[in-house]
């Protein structure tokens, strides 16, 4: 499968700063990437998601940015809270089958109060 | 949002007996589900792709006669793992996508955790 990776294994912030995780991926025909956040014991969460024809797209308190030349991916959060605490993983979507993704590392957030 | 459940959440075994883990979808169909294999503090490997009606398609290693899936309805599938060992204690974790708007949004389960002795 697509090969998705991230630079940092564990991140710590403190609250109220903003975070960024970054991801490479490796395959540059990848059109479709999603951010999750996993929190210890439970499945991963949809947070943002960023199509191949955008370098940029905003949710509530999250950015996430796509620099295609270097397939890199990047997730900003502003002013973490203690709730962000968690794993993040950036998804690659397969080539082939709309539905099937392919997970990155994942980074840990640490959020220190 | 879609609901996706999963059970058992957590599971001991002994070492060479099968055991049986439920995806279902809540308030959705999914003519397609996705398990996942996740051991601690490492990613989600997808292992196999669910498929309603027919035959489940497995990722390139995984062992289809070790992990069995099965896909009877639009609201559940089945993955079995049988004669289990140690080595097959992991967080496995299965998601189906759902339409929200104009896109495909993959909603997961909360996991399964296996532990086998």
């Known amino acids: ?113 | 949002g879609a609901v996706v459940s999963q059970h058992p959440s957590w599971v001991i075994c002994k070492s060479g007996t099968s055991v049986k883990i439920e995806c279902r979808s809540l308030d959705f169909q999914a003519t397609t589900m996705f398990w996942y294999r996740q051991f601690p503090k490492q990613s989600l490997m997808l292992m196999a792709t669910s498929n309603e009606g027919s035959k489940a398609t497995y990722e390139q290693g995984v062992e289809k006669d070790k992990f069995l899936i099965n896909h009877a309805s639009l609201t559940l599938s089945t993955l079995t793992v049988t004669s289990a060992h140690p080595e097959d204690s992991s967080f496995y974790i299965c998601s189906a996508p759902a339409r929200v708007g104009a896109k495909n949004i993959q909603y997961f389960g909360a996991g399964t955790r296996l532990s086998v002795l």
């Open chain 1, 1 to 113: 499968g697509e090969s998705v990776g991230l630079h940092l294994p564990t991140l710590s912030v403190q609250e109220g700063d903003n975070s960024i995780i970054n991801c490479a991926y490796s395959n540059s025909a990848s059109d479709y990437f999603i951010w999750y956040k996993q929190e210890s014991g439970k499945g991963p969460q949809f947070i943002i998601d960023i199509r191949s024809n955008m370098d940029k797209r905003q949710g509530q308190r999250v950015t996430v940015l796509l620099n295609k030349t270097v397939k890199h991916l990047s997730l900003q959060i502003a002013a973490t809270q203690p709730g962000d605490s968690a794993v993040y993983f950036c998804a690659e979507r397969g080539l082939y089958n709309f539905n099937k993704f392919y997970f990155g590392s994942g980074t840990k957030l640490n959020v220190k109060p």
